[in-house]
């Protein structure tokens, strides 16, 4: 009889031939395929059934709750198909501590068995690999039991107490089938030997932080794989004495059920408990990306399982079963660039440019150490290896490289932002210290600027004759533009120049009233001059340049003078102190949000301002929870101390941030302007900002 809905192809036409899918009638926790590979059996809180894969079709062929009592024994969390002796059985593990044992040839009610041993649910049941009368289970009620159906007494053969509040999976060793894992709510997976059930475990590792949800051992019988909440998966080898794993894959969320790919021995895997509803395919020896990924369920899939080493089968609590092909999932690594390159503060441009093969996911003739070598080493030692020794990752060839671009003078940039003068207060004195300091670092350009500027808005009329005695002592305004422009590398536009000295030839009478009769209102230049509109042409300038710098303090030290957009203005600001941060010019940055006018530039200094103070003893940050802000809560020792007077400062505190020293502002000042080293002795050399060098 064939099940609900009609085989769904039409998800995605290229995965046609790849990918069926069948709604059941209800959620599915759980899935077991048969020994033969032709059926499989589902489970969940309302839905058991056995179904038959076709190949363009999915059949079923049994339902075992129909005509049932819906009772809990009904209600699985697992279901596992029997081999050998059992091959025509399945058992499921019920939410209230029951497991069946379901014989699929028998007529009429097909239950065989009840066993109702556990007291709370049972999570995980396993058949021993090569003999299907030995069950074991795992329940949270913290044991795991095992019967061997062969003995026709009802309770189980042998106990094992885990010492944890619950079980969450077991699995037998295919090899060795004796011995078993287990998964444990603490974080811990046991080995045991059920050669020997009255001893404790062969052995326990520490494996997550958090709860361990789901074991997998390997083909090859020596390892063992977990997956936690902590969101990893890891690899252990049972035969060394190592506590640290071969391999480490870190997923994005916690992981609930694994499964080693058949034919592959380094590849595995897994599903996510929530969030994620994607199946991963990872390679151990390359495991920061995923090799394969499907993404067919709508919710996380609650179980799957290899029906060969190219086709999943995976179950989800969307009601879907789907098979699918390797072929149809897609390659994450496809999706990566394989080139790339970043920028520091410093002009140093970083890049690599990937050398793998495009083909192979991992390049085995370049690994620094294959799993065979491991193997080898393996049978060398006796199944011992040392703890020190790591399986070499994989790390695709790259070339990498740094090259230093000299297109940013950063410390030059660094001495601009600390000693400008930013004040609109005496803008010749400004413009002059500013000047100043830019010829003594070379930039003789800005350096002319500033001059420039300050010839412009000088108050004082017999400082502009010296000054256009000093720069233009031919008076010929023209030719000397000319020059400044073509030698010098002056920033002002020769026609702006121009303009000017035209409006200056038209005033030669008034200049030479203006000397006759000695009268200083009469020789003003700024109104001839048009000094915004040649300011403006200045900041396009620099703004073109990329001399955010310049443009912010221009426009500080001539705000009383300039109408500049407020978008404009923003941009530099936000510009100008994104690059003082990165920096850590943090002193600086707030100099410059004072002075700014714009409400959503002051704002960054009055929101989610934090800052973390470590203690100067032992360097743990203060967190002010037990000790309050005057004592460390690790080492109990007084916070801020001042390194002068050895008192706690419960004023205004300056501390250097290399050494975590410090002390009263005044006290600072007093040492730093004789001393550059730190008072406690400690080595450092501290500076302390020229900010607060000043009374004011």
């Known amino acids: 009889m064939a099940i609900d809905d009609i085989t769904n192809y039409q998800r995605y036409p290229n995965e046609e031939k790849f990918t069926l899918r069948e709604r059941m009638s209800g959620a599915i926790n759980a899935l077991s395929i048969s020994p033969e590979g032709n059926a499989v059996a589902i489970a969940g809180r309302e839905i058991l059934k056995v179904i038959s894969i076709h190949k363009t079709e999915v059949v079923e062929t049994l339902n075992l709750r129909a005509g049932s009592h819906f009772n809990l024994n009904y209600s699985s969390n697992d279901v596992k198909w029997g081999n050998n002796a059992t091959k025509q059985k399945i058992a499921t593990a019920a939410t209230n501590g029951a497991i069946i044992l379901w014989d699929l040839v028998k007529l009429g009610r097909k239950a065989e068995r009840v066993i109702a041993e556990h007291s709370r649910a049972v999570n995980r049941i396993c058949f021993q690999p090569d003999n299907g009368n030995v069950l074991l289970s795992a329940s949270q009620d913290g044991t795991m039991k095992c019967w061997d159906f062969r003995d026709q007494k009802s309770t189980a053969r042998y106990r094992f107490e885990g010492k944890s509040e619950s079980v969450r999976d077991v699995q037998f060793n295919p090899v060795h089938t004796y011995e078993f894992a287990a998964a444990f709510e603490t974080g811990t997976i046991q080995k045991w030997d059920m050669?020997?059930?009255?001893?404790?475990?062969?052995r326990k590792v520490s494996a997550h932080n958090g709860p361990c949800l789901t074991v997998d051992w390997h083909p090859g019988g020596k390892w063992v794989a977990s997956g936690g909440r902590d969101k990893t998966i890891k690899v252990w080898d049972m035969t060394a004495d190592s506590r640290r794993p071969l391999y480490t894959i870190r997923t994005m969320a916690s992981v609930s059920r694994i499964q080693w790919r058949p034919g592959y021995e380094d590849e595995i895997a897994s599903c996510a408990l929530l969030t994620d509803s994607r199946i991963h395919v990872w390679d151990v020896r390359r495991p920061h990306i995923a090799k394969y990924v499907f993404d067919e369920h709508d919710t996380t899939p609650t179980g799957f399982m290899w029906s060969s080493p190219s086709e999943l089968l995976s179950v989800s609590k969307d009601k879907w079963f789907i098979k699918q092909d390797v072929r149809s999932a897609y390659r994450p690594v496809d999706l990566l660039k394989r080139n790339g390159m970043g920028w520091n503060i410093q002009g140093d441009i970083a890049f690599t440019i990937d050398k793998s093969s495009r083909v192979l996911f991992v390049d085995e003739t370049i690994l620094s150490k294959s799993v065979t070598d491991i193997s080898k080493n393996l049978k060398r030692s006796g199944g011992k290896t040392n703890p020190e020794e790591e399986i070499m990752q994989y790390i695709p060839p790259q070339s990498c490289g740094i090259v230093h671009m000299p297109l940013f003078d950063f410390e030059a940039f660094s001495i601009f932002a600390e000693n400008y003068v930013i004040s609109s207060e005496n803008i010749a004195v400004a413009c002059d210290k500013n000047g100043q300091l830019a010829w003594k670092m070379g930039r003789y350009r800005t350096a002319q600027t500033w001059k420039i500027i300050s010839m412009f808005y000088s108050d004082n009329d017999q400082e502009i004759e010296e000054t256009l005695k000093e720069s233009f002592p031919d008076n010929d305004?023209?030719?000397?533009?000319?020059?400044?422009?073509?030698?010098?590398?002056?920033?002002?536009?020769?026609?702006?120049?121009?303009?000017?000295?035209?409006?200056?030839?038209?005033?030669?009478?008034?200049?030479?009233?203006?000397?006759?009769?000695?009268?200083?209102?009469?020789?003003?230049?700024?109104?001839?001059?048009?000094?915004?509109s040649v300011?403006?042409?200045?900041?396009?300038?620099?703004?073109?340049?990329?001399?955010?710098q310049m443009c912010v303090t221009l426009y500080l030290v001539l705000e009383k003078y300039l109408t500049v957009d407020n978008d404009r203005l923003e941009d530099?600001?936000?510009?100008?102190?994104?690059?003082?941060?990165?920096?850590?010019?943090?002193?600086?940055?707030?100099?410059?949000?004072?002075?700014?006018?714009?409400?959503?530039?002051r704002e960054r200094n009055e929101s989610a301002t934090t800052i973390n103070v470590a203690c100067n003893t032992c360097f743990k940050l203060v967190m002010a929870s037990s000790g309050g802000s005057w004592a460390c809560d690790k080492c109990h020792r007084l916070l801020n101390p001042c390194t002068i007077c050895h008192q706690t400062v419960k004023g205004l505190y300056v501390w250097c941030q290399g050494c975590n020293h410090g002390g009263h502002l005044a006290h600072m000042r007093d040492w730093f302007a004789k001393e550059k080293f730190c008072a406690t002795g400690c080595g450092h050399t501290c500076v302390l900002q020229p900010l607060l060098t000043s009374e004011d």
């Open 572 to 601: 530099w600001f936000n510009a100008y102190i994104d690059l003082l941060h990165r920096f850590k010019l943090w002193s600086t940055a707030t100099a410059v949000i004072k002075a700014c006018k714009i409400q959503s530039v």
């Open 477 to 532: 305004i023209n030719t000397t533009c000319e020059e400044y422009s073509e030698g010098n590398g002056s920033v002002i536009k020769e026609e702006v120049f121009e303009t000017s000295s035209q409006s200056c030839e038209g005033d030669e009478e008034s200049l030479s009233t203006s000397n006759s009769s000695n009268s200083p209102a009469s020789f003003n230049l700024r109104l001839p001059w048009q000094h915004e």
């Open 195 to 202: 050669r020997n059930p009255k001893a404790l475990y062969d």
């Open 535 to 548: 300011v403006t042409e200045l900041l396009n300038y620099y703004t073109d340049q990329g001399d955010i």
